[in-house]
């Protein structure tokens, strides 16, 4: 009984994380979508060499992919050391406190709505058998050894911010002249929508409600930097 309860929440905690990791992702992408058709907008208006216009949003948009990168990275980084401070902590504990990191695992389960003699039960067999995995899994709803990888958020980041900022920039540079303004501006719509609808799917929240609002933030970026470069022109 005790080990399928351990098993559930060590899948449950897998499972959040690669949730965590797409959300990211998603916002990672929406980020690099605004980002560069925030600097193609200021850029277009004030010249229409298309060559201009290109370099400029392919520097925002490396630019902004690996400044997403480096952030990702440092932050896991940070995590990742906070992570493994506190197993070095609960070793410690484990060796001059048991008694009171045994009453903390049985006073889980009591909350839980178990029996105060069966969660000492529960609580006995855990700490006789995984006594580091149990509490800090406990305690911070970690799992033992099972830290994010920071080049692995790094690389994400920096692949989700380039792959959202492609879209307005293949959309200014590469459509037509007559055209690339509205193909722009389409282009945008539609790939804010799709992070909206995928950030409300993995979070479970309301899918049109994060659309409306992604396509609203989007629409006001482009008219804010639409507006900048009107004034710069000027």
């Keep these: 009984m005790t080990i399928i309860h ?18 990211a992702g998603v916002l990672g992408s929406n980020d690099g979508i605004l980002t560069v058709v ?17 370099i400029a949003g392919l520097s925002d948009l490396l630019a902004c992919a690996f400044s997403m990168a480096s952030g990702e990275y440092a932050s896991v980084s940070t995590q990742k050391d906070t992570e493994e401070s506190v197993v070095e902590t ?10 009171q990191e045994l009453r903390v695992v049985s006073d889980y389960y009591i909350d839980e709505g178990v029996t105060k003699e069966t969660a000492t039960k529960i609580a006995n067999d855990l700490m006789a058998k995984k006594p580091l995995e149990t509490i800090v ?7 033992l050894g ?14 989700s911010a380039s792959a959202g ?38 979070g479970n929240g ?16 482009m008219i804010i930097h639409y507006s900048l470069g009107m004034l710069l022109q000027a």
């Excluded at 925030?38 to 290109?54: E, R």
């Excluded at 099972?146 to 692949?159: D, E, K, Q, R």
Aim: contains cysteine.
């Design 6 to 23: 351990s098993k559930k929440k060590k899948d449950t905690q897998t499972m959040d994380e690669k949730l965590n990791t797409l959300r």
């Design 146 to 159: 099972h830290y994010m990888n920071p080049w692995n958020a790094a690389f994400s980041s920096l692949f």
């Design 206 to 221: 309301l899918v049109k409600t994060a659309i409306i609002r992604n396509v609203i933030v989007g629409i006001i970026t």
């Design 38 to 54: 925030g600097v193609l907008f200021s850029v277009a208006v004030a010249t229409t060499n298309q060559f201009t216009i290109f």
């Design 90 to 99: 609960e070793k410690k504990l484990l060796k001059t406190n048991y008694e």
């Design 165 to 202: 900022g492609i879209f307005p920039l293949v959309a200014m540079t590469l459509s037509p002249v007559a055209y690339q303004w509205p193909a722009t501006i389409l282009a945008v719509c539609l790939s804010v929508a799709l992070t909206g609808y995928l950030s409300a799917r993995l």
């Design 137 to 143: 899994n406990i305690k911070y709803g970690l799992q």
